[in-house]
């Protein structure tokens, strides 16, 4: 083993033991989490924290996917304030939520400072278009008008929850892009008094016969409390904490879903950010956690999002073709989109990897295919199971393709006698320090 690759495993190690689970995405800074079950399929909508931000500088909203709760799929972004003509600039995409009524994807968007607007698609996947062409909702008269949350009740009834510092809710009419304006005050109730500790980024739903509102508790550093009603209009009762204030986050914001029987909060956090530096930069990052309903439908308390790690509730059949952007873990490479190719991973460089969790080898595998493009260098694709440090199974020549975007197929074999259920490693070599080629998808035969 060269020296080279020994120091860059030791760092891996370190920051591999000290983030454990945490962030859910490594290629970008996501941050708002809006998770949605849909079938078999986890949809996770987040916000996009800009790689060089200070402050908060987001413009699109991310979709990734799941069907196992480790490996999530990249689909890139979904939507921008840019679909949003009454918009007066372009920063502002702030914490959105998604949910899908009569096979209708209904996007609520907050653009800071100008309201909550709502896309509209037949498509988890978009193209989300702007069915009003202004607010759904905007207070003018100050800029409390962020992070809708919204759930549809048994009855049929959805509703509407959002703000910060205040907590107001609308009834939305069955079309999911108007509001009942005889409720509240012109279509507006404030929650009053709100949950005890409540600051921003509600998160409403319904679980067996309560009702909740999760939130960000109040600033700074925000935990994730929670309160509890018997009527999706309340009064609502502060039940605890479902995370405290801890100085390892400034800010966070909850999303909690059901998935295969387990439960599951999401959150933001700063870890990505913090393995580069400890100056505060708004460049967030999902997270998520499992936790379970004590009896009465209380949430016991759980640690910070680094003390968790999530047991896979699926498989990833690698005998298809898997896209280089699903993963569970990663270190250096970036995600970008391509027309007629779609999202792939670029930025490689000599010692980045991509961890792919809980893969399914069944009887065996002996064969390594990867599409790939490379522009003038070559490299190599190192595959280890179980471990960055674990046995070497195979090494894929990515010699140049000829031009970037320019794909091919590369392939190796297998070292003999590998089979059932690994996490896989594709550990990145070349010499030189500039990137090597791009990585569309792969799969073992
Ligand atoms: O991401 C922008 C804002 O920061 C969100 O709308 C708030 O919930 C906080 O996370």
Redesign the pocket.
């Known amino acids: 083993m060269n020296k080279k690759l020994l120091v860059s495993i030791t760092a891996m190690c370190c920051a591999m033991a000290s983030f454990a689970q945490t962030p859910v995405i490594q290629t970008k800074y996501t941050?708002?989490p809006a998770p949605y079950v849909h079938g078999d399929t986890v949809y996770l909508y987040t916000?996009h924290?800009e790689d060089t931000a200070q402050g908060?500088e987001?413009y699109d909203w991310l979709l990734y996917t799941s069907t196992d709760m480790v490996n999530w799929t990249d689909h890139g972004a979904v939507a921008s304030t840019k679909d949003f003509a009454w918009r007066s600039r372009d920063n502002g995409a702030?914490?959105e939520q998604v949910i899908e009524r009569d096979g209708k994807w209904f996007m609520y968007c907050?653009l800071?400072g100008h309201g909550i607007g709502v896309l509209v698609s037949d498509s988890p996947y978009g193209p989300f278009k702007d069915p009003l062409g202004e607010p759904l909702v905007w207070q003018k008269e100050h800029w409390y008008d962020?992070?809708p949350t919204v759930w549809i009740d048994d009855d049929g009834q959805a509703y509407m929850y959002w703000g910060?510092p205040n907590l107001y809710c609308a009834k939305l009419n069955r079309d999911m892009i108007s509001i009942d304006k005889s409720f509240g005050k012109n279509g507006i109730m404030q929650m009053d008094p709100k949950p005890l500790d409540y600051q921003?980024?509600p998160w409403f739903y319904k679980h067996d016969k309560y009702y909740y509102i999760a939130f960000?508790s109040t600033c700074c550093p925000?935990g994730i409390g929670y309160a509890m009603s018997k009527s999706p209009l309340g009064p609502w009762k502060k039940c605890g904490t479902i995370m405290n204030h801890t100085q390892k986050t400034r800010?966070?914001?909850p999303g909690i879903i059901e998935y295969k029987g387990h439960n599951y909060v999401f959150g933001?956090t700063y870890d990505l950010l913090r393995k580069d530096t400890d100056l505060h930069a708004?460049r967030?990052s999902v997270a998520v956690a499992e936790f379970e309903y004590a009896k009465d439908g209380t949430i016991p308390e759980i640690k910070y999002f680094d003390e968790h790690k999530i047991t896979p509730v699926g498989t990833l059949n690698p005998f298809g073709r898997v896209e280089a952007e699903t993963m569970a873990n990663s270190d250096g490479v970036k995600t970008a989109k391509a027309d007629g190719v779609g999202i792939y991973v670029t930025d490689i460089h000599d010692g980045d990897f991509i961890k792919v969790a809980n893969v399914d080898l069944g009887a065996g595998i002996k064969k390594f295919k990867a599409r790939v493009a490379s522009m003038y260098r070559n490299g190599s694709i190192e595959i280890r199971i179980d471990d960055f440090t674990g046995r070497v199974i195979g090494n894929c020549q990515v010699d140049c393709t000829g031009g970037h975007l320019k794909w091919t197929t590369r392939e190796c074999n297998i070292a003999p006698n590998i089979s059932g259920i690994h996490d896989i490693y594709f550990i990145f070599h070349s010499t030189g320090k500039y990137p090597m080629f791009d990585f569309d998808y792969w799969s073992f035969e």
């Open positions: 941050a708002d916000t924290d908060f987001m702030w914490a907050p800071h962020i992070d910060n921003e980024g960000a925000e800010g966070n914001h933001l708004e967030r």
